[in-house]
Nanobody, 114 residues
Framework: QVQLVESGGGLVQPGGSLRLSCVASGSIFSIYAMGWYRQAPGKQRELVAIITSAGITNYADSVKGRFTISRDGAKNMVYLQMNSLKPEDTAVYYC????????WGQGTQVTVSS
């Protein structure tokens, strides 16, 4: 079973940047598409970015042009570079496989506030 650990969240002012990291256990991680999700208080979890095993990316309209997803297969890592952050980006962020989710990690809290 693949285990996921997210990190890199924190408190940032509007307009600031953060880089989230997700490390996955398991040598077959590189064959899976991976995504970054977020869940704000009182809202459903939403998928904001996807990267396929071939490196093809796609983004939710709400983050397009501001967020960039990437991966390093050799390190079993997935990243989310978040720029021009807005208060509405405040949420707990998770990584997972969009097609067949693994066990969810603890997530990492991102708070955008002045």
């Amino acid at each position: 079973q693949v285990q996921l650990v997210e990190s890199g969240g924190g408190l940032v002012q509007p307009g600031g940047s953060l880089r989230l990291s997700c490390v996955a256990s398991g040598s077959i991680f590189s064959i899976y598409a991976m995504g970054w999700y977020r869940q704000a208080p009182g809202k459903q979890r939403e998928l904001v970015a996807i990267i396929t095993s071939a490196g093809i990316t796609n983004y939710a309209d709400s983050v397009k042009g501001r967020f960039t997803i990437s991966r390093d297969g050799a390190k079993n890592m997935v990243y989310l570079q978040m720029n021009s952050l807005k208060p509405e980006d405040t949420a707990v962020y998770y990584c997972n496989n969009p097609t067949s989710p693994f066990l969810w990690g603890q997530g990492t809290q991102v708070t955008v506030s002045s």
